[in-house]
């Protein structure tokens, strides 16, 4: 069957299956978990990339993956209640950094110092 391209529409008429993915994943306590990300306007998505290259590229050198076919992603995603697949996503936001000191400005309340409050009746 042929598939054709309509004018603006950048997709073909029918999806083609993206064949083997590199699918993100970090180490979790039963081996690895798939890494799920956010779209820009907030929803989950799973994401996979196509070649090693673009994987290390938006996530960079470190970062493990292992490979599925995309229906094997879709039923993994599914069971999660996640219906969105990105594949070959062009920007991934950098982790929000941890925060390495606790805050300073604010001053702890701790019983010592309420008990030395003076009270107001």
Known sequence: ????????DPEPEESVPAGLLLV???PGPGGDVLRL???????????AFTSATH?????GPDQR???LAEPA??????????????VDPQLVAAPAPALEEPDH?????TPARLAARPRVA
Do not use: C, E, K, Q
């Not at 992603?73 to 990105?86: E, K, M, P, V």
């Open 73 to 86: 992603l879709r039923n993994l995603a599914g069971a999660l209640g996640i219906a969105t697949l990105t």
């Open 65 to 67: 993956s292992i490979t």
């Open 37 to 47: 990300f956010r779209t820009p306007l907030g929803a989950r998505t799973a994401v």
């Open 105 to 109: 400005w604010r001053v702890p309340r």
């Open 24 to 26: 993100p994943v970090r």
């Open 1 to 8: 069957m042929a598939r054709y391209l309509y004018g603006d």
């Open 55 to 59: 994987l290390s590229a938006v996530l």
